[in-house]
T-cell receptor, first 114, second 112 residues
């Protein structure tokens, strides 16, 4: 079974631009979560999607948005990029919405904002 | 609000020595506890989790953790580490809100 796939692996953007990151979950997994990882703030929860609906959202500005498609693939969009958005963005999938459920993480998209 | 504290940002240890990575959590409700590991340039991988029952939890790669409710701790241990255990380790909690709250991470450096 293929793991969680995130594309692209690396991205370089300039301030003010927007970016879209993609995540393909493990086949059969319907829940997709996104996390931002930075050296200063660590791992922070962005949002979670299940059956094409956002079920939970972290404390991030509205510039961060996402969606989930009928095949469970998910995209995350960041508009009007700021230098502080430079981070590793991790996607995770799971088969259900139980809090005890194991998350399977992708290798992430490293975003650099110049 | 829940929070997770990992007391050590970096733990150096010699190969074949025992190691303990400390984790304390703060929560007024029942939580589930996890340890994840991140190898360089990779995503996170689950080592073990505590849901209920026995307070000693065994995970992959020889790691184990002990849940201590009175001390609100969930320390990770391994009796003998290998060079390949060099990685960053994250303690995390989740509750019914279904999101993981991570600690700041502990970098384990195993030296020959």
């Amino acid at each position: 079974k293929a793991g969680v796939t995130q594309t692209p692996r690396y991205l370089i953007k300039t301030r003010g631009q927007q970016v879209t990151l993609s995540c393909s979950p493990i086949s059969g997994h319907r829940s997709v979560s996104w996390y931002q990882q930075t050296p200063g703030q660590g791992l922070q929860f962005l949002f979670e999607y299940f059956s094409e609906t956002q079920r939970n959202k972290g404390n991030f500005p509205g510039r961060f948005s996402g969606r989930q498609f009928s095949n469970s693939r998910s995209e995350m969009n960041v508009s009007t990029l700021e230098l502080g958005d430079s981070a590793l963005y991790l996607c995770a999938s799971s088969s259900s919405r139980r809090a005890s459920e194991k998350l399977f993480f992708g290798s992430g998209t490293q975003l650099s904002v110049l | 609000a829940q929070s997770v504290t990992q007391l050590d940002s970096q733990v150096p240890v010699f190969e074949e020595a025992p190691v303990e990575l400390r984790c304390n959590y703060s929560s007024s409700v029942s939580v589930y506890l996890f340890w994840y590991v991140q190898y360089p340039n990779q995503g996170l991988q689950l080592l073990l989790k505590y849901l209920s029952g026995s307070t000693l939890v065994k995970g992959i790669n020889g790691f184990e953790a002990e849940f201590n409710k009175s001390q609100t701790s969930f320390h990770l241990r391994k009796p003998s580490v290998h060079i390949s255990d060099t990685a960053e380790y994250f303690c995390a909690v989740s509750d019914s809100s279904y999101k993981l709250i991570f600690g700041s991470g502990t970098r384990l450096l195993v030296r020959p």
